[in-house]
């Protein structure tokens, strides 16, 4: 796996407002891999192997959906990852748009948002349980 | 329209008494210009926040319950209202918790007893959000009818924070079509400010981590957070990020500060409460809406922006 500080610098790279990417569409599209392996990151230091299955078409969606199980307070990535796809999505489909640099820079904000969320998690687990509070609803609901 | 939100139990939480001191004066004023009645509930308590919740959930679910039990039971109300992402989500936890689990009743009741007051039971109120409040006892043509000052030259990223919407069991009302709200793309701060003119830009991090739980704990994280929810704000068009939430608005404002000091990046989108925006809308005073008490100095912008 590409460590996580590659992945920070690369998703700082990839938004540079003064580096526009020459083929936004592989940017775009390095920028959702880059997403899953921040994904992987999680999903392996918890003892798991990340899945190559897809969900929506994405395997962004499936490693989130792997990475929430037993572990709701993840769920408060979820509009994150949704986003990054959309960001995706928008790139990939019309590349030439006028507003595909603009697009291309809130991409990686979505992913650099992502690699924070994930990382500080990884630093301190409780980061999100606080606000998703679930894991205390579902460990007094058996 | 909803003729019971016109008069609803307040139940205002810590933080509006200290650090979002200004959500709780813009609040109560935006009710009394609107004519809405905020009745504050008596003798209310924490509702558990995080440090009760994270050690004993249950004792958490107590003391929201008890909140509501006097909201219901004793001062008759059928409706309350927070103002804090925290609180409001808190309740509406124990309001889940009562319904859902033996155990926690069972403790509810306990504990209750020995604090010599009835005990709450699931259904006897409703818990809603500023939000909600707003937007159904009012909604935007009624916002549109009283606007004294349009916020026409303001480009808003309305920032929810994470309670609002999850998890989403715990919001029945939510997801039940297009005049509820969506726990994934919420709306209604969006509806209630476009009415009073803003314009509101596409903002992906609108539900985002602000690593508020961990502002002290790893203060780095916090702010780097923050940090790119300002920069993703400000790449989005925005000149001003409303919020609906004392801890989100506390960790933007302060971590704004901090990533200048700690990081050398300094950004300059505004942050005000969505009350406090609506309030200039209708033609309150900026002081009256608490802007001179936020830790970020938007006077001069408000002023700049013919709000003032």
Redesign the interface.
């Known amino acids: 796996m590409r460590p996580l500080g590659d992945i920070e610098a690369r998703i700082d790279q990839l938004g540079g407002a003064t580096n526009p990417a020459a083929d936004p569409a592989a940017a775009a599209r390095e920028l959702l891999g880059l997403g899953e392996d921040v994904l992987e990151h999680w999903i392996a230091a918890r003892g798991g192997t990340p899945t190559a299955a897809r969900r929506e078409g994405f395997r962004l969606l499936a490693l989130h959906r792997q990475g929430a199980k037993g572990e ?1 307070s993840f ?3 979820r ?2 990852c ?2 990054l796809v ?2 995706h999505n928008l790139i990939t489909m019309d590349p030439g748009h006028p507003d595909t640099a ?1 697009r291309l ?2 991409a990686a ?2 992913a ?2 992502l690699y ?2 994930v ?2 998690k990884m ?2 687990e ?9 894991r ?2 579902h ?3 058996s | 329209m909803e003729e019971r939100y016109k008069k609803v139990a307040y139940y205002p939480g810590c933080a509006l008494e200290g650090s979002g001191h200004a959500y709780n004066r813009s609040t109560k004023a935006v009710g009394e210009k609107l004519g809405l009645d905020l009745v504050e509930v008596k003798n209310w308590n924490c509702c558990g ?2 440090e009760v ?2 050690i004993d ?2 004792l ?1 679910t107590y003391l929201s319950s008890r909140v509501m039990s006097i909201a219901a039971k004793e001062m008759g109300f059928d409706t309350v209202m927070a103002p804090c992402n ?1 609180c409001y ?2 309740l509406k ?1 124990a309001e ?2 009562l319904a ?2 033996p ?2 009743v069972e403790v509810v009741d306990r504990l209750s007893k020995k604090a010599g007051h009835e005990t709450y039971e699931a259904g006897e109120i409703e818990t809603i959000h500023a939000l909600d409040w707003i937007k159904q006892a009012i909604g935007e043509d009624g916002i549109r009818a009283r606007l004294e000052n349009s916020l026409k030259n303001l480009k808003v990223a309305n920032y929810y ?3 609002y919407t ?2 989403r069991h ?1 919001f029945p009302e939510k997801d039940q079509g297009p005049d509820s709200e969506s726990t ?1 793309q919420p709306h209604f701060m969006d509806d209630l400010l476009a009415a009073a003119g803003a314009e509101i830009v596409d903002f ?2 609108k ?3 602000c ?4 502002t002290l ?2 203060s780095d ?1 916090s702010t ?2 923050v940090l ?2 300002l ?2 704000a400000e ?2 068009g925005a000149d001003v990020i409303a919020t609906e939430c004392p801890t989100c608005h506390s960790g933007l404002e302060m971590h704004q500060v901090r990533a200048e000091k700690r990081f050398g990046v300094k950004t300059s989108v505004k942050i005000l409460y969505f009350t406090q925006l609506l309030g200039l809308a209708l033609g309150l005073k900026p002081k009256k809406v608490g802007v001179h008490e936020n830790i970020s100095d938007s006077m001069a912008f408000v002023k700049e922006k013919g709000l003032a």
């Open positions: 709701p769920n408060a990535c509009e994150t949704r986003e959309y960001h603009a820079a809130m904000l979505v650099n948002h924070l969320f990382s500080g630093e301190v409780q980061l999100g349980e606080f606000c998703c509070s679930s205390p609803l460990a007094n609901m | 926040a995080m919740k994270n959930p249950k958490q925290g989500h808190n936890k889940y918790d859902n689990d155990d926690s924070g994470c309670m999850r998890p715990i994934t992906p991090l539900t985002s981590c690593g508020g739980a961990h704990s790893d994280t780097k957070l790119n929810l920069r993703a790449a989005s």
